[in-house]
């Protein structure tokens, strides 16, 4: 951070520096590459999240039991390294003596399912309205701005948990409603992007050249707004999966049984004093998921971001 | 200064209206209040008596302008489900959440700020790492798992605080604490990385060409213009804290309007969860028209527009 | 570097280097320099971006950014030791209050919260103990010495209510508060517009000798060194290569790189049109050590021992140094030295192919969201006719209309009145796509003008796609036959623009605008983001292409030397009016309106021994927003009478120059007197 504020304080670009006449510097990707290579926080979040991501993907193979398998007579039953615990339960179970671990890897599938959607929805909302705003401007750009305005004074998990409470309890209903109110970072991040990339000259370029206002919008502005929407894109999953787990915890998200982990937390609640690994582990779990997700995000911002002029 | 107050007011204005008016509208097209107040099972005819009594059957419009004049007036309506005034509700609930909402902003300032700002002086030392660590962690706990931690460690395990309820000033530490940390990370790096511009910035330069180091560097030159975006992002998390505050109160079973809110839904209560919204939208716009008025005593470039 | 017998040094610095440290390497941003000021004297720092020169300045009293770390054997100034002076130390003794500074970015440079009464205030207040009544005197004083109209009321104001011109102004009444005996202004004037600039340098001279100050001037601009120094130092990678007396240094430059950049300075030697020299490649690596001369692999002159061994530094006569294995470096026998000889001088056919006829554009502008509206009147009548062939240069402050005036050519800024017509053809009814294969546009800043996730191929292929000319092999066929033509290696086909030098980016633009084959190119100062080595390079291809593909530039600037180089005709704005349009020479030699004589009288050419003339014009540039009444130029005339005030004069034609003032005629006479 300091050695590159101070590198650009010097007016001197490691990149114009480091050039020779007759050697190139590295293209924009191989450079994020290469900086990729030696970001700890980068590479650490993105292993933690392909294991879990494998799990996620292939539970059916890798999880132990049927999550939704009740067994009454096994019911609360300890992780194996507790007293009374049994190899065959290697997490131990719940209430209803479904296998907690099995239970836990079949919820980084709805976690992971609803990060993504709900990250996606909302990308798609902000990121139109973004480069609505800030290609077109305007009325336009008020409007918007009006919107974010009073998007921003609604208190979004209450607003959430009505419109979830009204609309039906379901993964694909959790998945819109939290996409729906998650756009705001998108939209501020593309619409001050595209103010600034509006005003460049590769822009006037293609004016100049006979291209029309969507097609320089879409060709010319998107492609630089990539990095930055890759960057939000990974810190909203990792929001959107707090939202869920708040959702289903509070009882108006995820319906029983399916295995979320907030709702896991719900049900265990009830038995924390006595039996507080079934709220510790979906805990951790949750913990673990979204500290490799925004890892992985603030690892992406830090090697995408160049020390380009202006 | 006048135009800039007057302008930001009328701005505050028209947001509640809108958001009320589409909260209103979400409740008045999907769900049937008339059935809510009968009962599940209530027959047909005392269902269409209800609407007809409580004018349900009127246009949409009609009934939010209705409902809208009536606010304005300080009426609220009555509770479908305590069958009581919205507005005693509200009076009851609040005293809970505003303690529990400012001394969690108390409990956020003390941790963020100075984190922040020792980070900010001391770019990639130790105190940056892990004001750094601690915000990428703090981000990533589940708010209300937090909750239910500190309560097994400092209720159970160590029986210092009292588990729930919101009787006396013990109850409100662990709350205050869960509440406070969620704002943590954002401000504690509007802090870093704002003071870490400011102090990159060509005045401050100048500044220090004039002779001014140290604390008088920090304070008389640098302090004004990184407050600028603090106050902003401390508005906006005192009015987030109340929206907040539907978690951390039922983690801890208070009695505050977050957990009203939750029961209203629960209950499909609309005039009580339509109020309790735009109070809060209110409260957020107030919040954040108060911390344009402050930047704009701070900063002349906003003062005179 | 050593000692000369006469006059006392006030400061003596032996050894300075700083580096920066970055993740991989180091920087090594200044390398070993010895320099010495005289006390009373100017000694100019000159250099290209990056050569370090900034950075000397701000080593000096330790102003370094934090990650930079600075060593030297000594800073000696007038007995008070700056190497191992504490931060403490310097602040309270030093900065501020003996030595004073300014910087280039008038803009940033001042508290945006903090009035302008204030921050004069606490420069004095901090070091010494007067009252805050004494401070506010000395603050007037001063701002009243720095030519601010009504400084009283000034102390209220905030920085942004001054303009960039005024609040450089500020920012040296700041820097005399405490009477310094030492200033040192870094690039004070490279922000300004041309006549602010001559006002400011004036400025600093006239108070340099009220108050016997020693200056150091930190500079890019040969010109502004040439006349405002006393001795010069050139920087290049972070070494001083060629020191002496400016007129000295200027005149039997020794360095090949200092006879180098003298070569590349439109107008300096040869008549206009001749091809400028240019150095060849860029600047080294920064990083880790240099083996042998930083610009040997530059320099035409260079031998073997030039990359291995370190050159020695050569003492002409006392305080004349340069540093080179060259013993008799001297630029009159130099070998494979650039020619000289091609000469652009070629008829044009006189065929008018873009006529602008009274164009008036009014943009009306809103603040906020409850803002008033507010016209803005960005051109006014405006008229103009370029001709098959020929340069027109377009020559104005900021703010004088000069960027619409293109946009509307370029058919993206639709006129509220008036028409202009390409081939007799009216721009407003030719359909995007085959303007654009008549006209198109060369930018100022090549990082921006290239989008950075497009390699250089797909940029210059891009008009020929969005056209459908061709097929795919045939466009890129098509391409690198432009790249060809533009000097740019064909390697960089696949890479993307942050892999290239500024030089090559604009080398790409040029070749993205030639690929659809127009006929007209405006070109917006194409070459003022560029280091003057680097400009003369883009100089002679764009003369050369010309030549080659029969093209018409329309060529839009604010430095005078280039127009003096590159234009047949010149045209002058002044808030939205052409207020001056005529043959080059009779423009530049015998200008008619006030304006263009002032525009005329601040450029300033490499001319060592002259002083930094005063433009004769009061005031700044006025915000276009509160346009003057009659004509808009009267409030800074030195001329305007009573009827200037009232009537807006109209176009006139005069020796074959179109002026718009009513005292053309006599303007001349008047102004010379």
Redesign the interface.
């Known amino acids: 951070m300091t050695t590159n504020q101070a590198i650009n304080e010097s007016g001197l670009t490691p990149t114009t520096a480091v050039q020779e006449d007759n050697s190139l510097g590295l293209s924009p990707t191989m450079a994020a590459l290469k900086r990729a290579r030696s970001h700890y926080g980068l590479k650490i979040g993105l292993g933690i999240l392909l294991v879990m991501a494998i799990f996620a993907l292939f539970a059916p193979w890798l999880a132990p039991h049927d999550p939704y398998m009740q067994n009454l007579p096994m019911r609360m039953l300890p992780p194996v390294w507790g007293e009374g615990g049994q190899w065959q339960y290697l997490l131990g179970t719940d209430h209803l003596g479904r296998d907690y671990l099995s239970r836990l890897i079949y919820g980084a599938r709805i976690s992971m399912t609803i990060g993504i959607g709900a990250a996606t929805v909302g990308m798609i909302i902000g990121v139109t309205l973004g480069l609505i705003a800030g290609y077109y401007g305007g009325w336009l750009d008020q409007a918007v701005n009006f919107l974010v305005t009073c998007q921003l004074a609604v208190p979004s998990l209450l607003l959430i948990m009505a419109l979830v409470f009204v609309i039906g309890q379901s993964v694909t209903v959790v998945i819109f409603v939290i996409g729906a109110t998650h756009w705001v970072f998108y939209l501020v991040v593309t619409r001050s992007a595209t103010l600034r990339l509006r005003e460049m000259d590769f822009v006037a370029a293609a004016h100049a050249m006979g291209c029309s206002k969507f097609q320089i919008a879409v060709k010319e502005v998107l492609p630089n707004l990539a990095n930055q929407i890759m960057v939000i894109f990974t810190l909203e999953v990792a929001v959107a999966i707090l939202n869920e787990a708040t959702l289903s915890f509070l009882g108006l998200g995820i319906p029983s049984p399916i295995p979320s982990w907030g709702l896991m937390i719900a049900e265990g609640k009830q038995a924390m004093f006595f039996q507080p690994w079934l709220v510790v582990l979906p805990g951790i779990a949750l913990f673990v998921l979204v500290i490799a997700i925004n890892l992985l995000g603030d690892g992406v911002r830090d090697v995408t971001v160049t020390n380009r002029r202006n | 200064m006048l135009t800039f107050i007057l302008?930001r007011g009328?701005?505050a204005i028209?947001?509640?209206l809108?958001?009320s008016f589409?909260?209103f509208a979400?409740?008045h097209y999907?769900?049937d209040p008339a059935q809510t107040i009968a009962g599940e099972d209530a027959p047909q005819e005392m269902v269409d008596e209800i609407r007809k009594q409580y004018g349900f059957d009127r246009p949409a419009a009609v009934q939010y302008f209705d409902w809208l004049g009536s606010a304005l007036t300080g009426d609220f309506g009555e509770s479908y489900f305590w069958k009581q005034p919205v507005v005693q509700l509200i009076v009851d609930h609040a005293p809970v959440t505003i303690t529990l909402a400012l001394a969690s902003l108390c409990v956020t300032v003390l941790i963020a700020l100075p984190l922040g700002i020792s980070a900010a002086l001391k770019?990639?030392s130790w105190v940056d790492r892990f004001a750094l660590s601690t915000a990428?962690?703090a981000?990533?706990?589940?708010?209300?798992?937090l909750g239910?931690?500190l309560?097994?460690l400092l209720a159970?395990t160590f029986p210092i605080f009292p588990v729930s309820g919101d009787a006396t000033w013990r109850h409100f530490v662990l709350p205050s604490l869960v509440l406070g940390a969620s704002s943590v990370p954002a401000v504690m790096r509007l802090t870093r990385t704002g003071l870490?511009d400011v102090l990159?910035?060509?005045?401050i330069?100048?500044?220090?060409?004039?002779?001014?180091?140290?604390y008088?560097l920090i304070v008389?030159?640098a302090m004004?213009?990184a407050l600028l975006p603090i106050v902003s992002v401390l508005a906006?998390q005192l009015?987030?804290k109340?929206?907040?505050s539907?978690?951390t109160e039922?983690v801890f079973s208070m009695n505050g309007l977050g957990r009203l809110?939750?029961e209203s839904?629960?209950n499909?209560d609309i005039p009580t969860?339509q109020s309790?919204?735009l109070i809060?939208?209110l409260t957020?716009?107030l919040l954040?028209l108060a911390a344009d008025l402050i930047n704009a005593w701070?900063?002349?470039?906003i003062r005179?527009? | 570097m050593g000692t000369d017998m006469s006059g006392a040094s006030i400061l003596d610095i032996q050894n300075l280097a700083v580096e920066i440290p970055t993740d991989s390497s180091t920087l090594r941003a200044v390398r070993n320099i010895s320099l010495e000021l005289k006390r009373g004297q100017t000694l100019g720092i000159v250099g290209e971006s990056g050569s370090g020169k900034s950075m000397t300045a701000l080593a000096l009293m330790n102003l370094l950014p934090p990650a930079a770390k600075r060593s030297a054997a000594c800073i000696n100034f007038d007995g008070a030791d700056l190497t191992h002076a504490t931060e403490q130390e310097l602040a309270s003794k030093i900065r501020g209050q003996r030595i004073g500074m300014i910087f280039q970015e008038p803009m940033t440079s001042l508290n945006p919260v903090y009035s302008i009464g204030r921050q004069l205030r606490e420069t004095m207040t901090l070091h010494r103990k007067v009252s805050d009544a004494d401070a506010q005197k000395r603050a007037i004083y001063l701002l009243e010495k720095v030519g601010l109209p009504d400084p009283a009321s000034r102390l209220k104001q905030y920085p942004h209510e001054l303009s960039g011109g005024q609040r450089q102004r500020v920012m040296i009444a700041m820097a005399l508060m405490n009477e310094p005996e030492l200033l040192i202004a870094d690039e004070p004037t490279t922000a300004l517009d041309v006549t602010i600039q001559a006002q400011i340098l004036h400025l600093l001279q006239d108070l340099q000798k009220e108050f016997g100050m020693s200056m150091i001037l930190i500079t890019h601009d040969l010109g502004v060194v040439s006349r405002a120094a006393d001795q010069i130092a050139v920087m290049y990678a972070g070494d001083i290569v060629e020191s002496g007396k400016t007129a000295d240094v200027l005149k039997n430059p020794r360095h090949p790189y200092t006879q180098g950049l003298l070569e590349c300075i439109p107008g300096y030697q040869g008549a206009a049109r001749k091809r400028l020299g240019a150095i060849p490649g860029i600047v080294p690596s920064m990083t880790g050590r240099i083996s042998g001369c930083a610009f040997a692999s530059r320099c035409p002159r260079a031998a073997d021992v030039c990359k291995t061994d370190t050159p020695p530094t050569r003492e002409l006569h006392p305080g004349r140094y340069f540093v080179c294995h060259e013993p008799e470096a001297n630029a009159v026998e130099k070998a494979g030295a650039p020619d000289l000889a091609g000469v652009h001088a070629r008829p044009f056919s006189g065929q008018p192919v873009l006529t602008v006829e009274n164009v008036s554009i009014r943009f009306s502008v809103r603040r906020g969201l409850f803002g008033k509206r507010r016209p803005l009147q960005a051109l006014d009548n405006v008229s103009l006719t370029l001709n098959k062939g020929e340069v027109l240069a377009l020559v104005g402050e900021s703010g004088c209309g000069k960027t619409t005036l293109t946009r509307s050519i370029m058919g993206l800024q639709q006129p509220d009145t008036g028409s202009v017509t390409l081939n007799g053809r009216h721009i407003g009814q030719l359909p995007p796509m085959e303007r654009a294969r008549m006209i198109q546009p060369i930018f100022q800043d090549p990082y921006s003008s290239l989008n950075p996730r497009k390699t250089i191929g797909e940029i210059i292929t891009k008009p020929l796609a969005v056209h459908k000319l061709g097929a795919r092999q045939e466009q890129r066929e098509k391409a690198r036959r432009m790249m060809e033509l533009v000097g740019l290696p064909l390697r960089v086909f696949n890479s993307y623009p942050d892999q290239l030098s500024g030089g090559q980016r604009q080398r790409a633009a040029i070749a993205r605008a030639l690929v659809l084959n127009p006929e007209v190119i405006i070109c917006d100062e194409p070459t003022s983001a560029l280091d003057v080595s680097v400009q003369a390079q883009i100089l002679n291809l764009l003369l050369d292409l010309r030549d080659e593909l029969d093209l018409t530039y329309l060529f839009v600037t604010h430095d005078l030397s280039v127009v003096q180089h590159m234009a047949d005709r010149v045209a002058v704005m002044y808030l939205g009016e052409i207020v001056e349009c005529g043959n080059r020479d009779q423009v530049m030699s015998a200008p008619k309106h006030p304006y263009t004589h002032a525009l005329m009288n601040s450029a300033l050419s490499i001319s060592p021994g002259e002083s930094i003339p005063d433009p004769g014009l009061s005031g700044d540039f006025p915000n276009p927003m509160n346009r003057p009444s009659g004509c808009p130029f009267h409030p800074r005339c030195p001329i305007a009478n009573q009827q200037c005030r009232e009537q807006a004069p109209g176009p006139e034609i005069i020796d074959n120059t179109l002026v718009q003032c009513w005292k053309a005629k006599t303007a001349g006479s008047q102004l010379k007197s």
């Open positions: 302008r009328l701005m028209l947001v509640a809108t958001v589409g909260t979400l409740f999907a769900t770019p990639n990428v962690s981000q990533a706990i589940p708010n209300f798992w239910l931690m309560i097994i159970v870490l990159s910035s060509d005045y330069r100048t500044a220090r060409a004039k002779g001014f180091t140290g008088r008389q030159q004004r213009n906006v009015g987030n109340l929206g907040g539907v978690v039922s809110a939750v839904i629960f499909s969860v309790l919204i809060f939208v957020f716009v954040t701070l900063d002349p470039r005179m527009g």
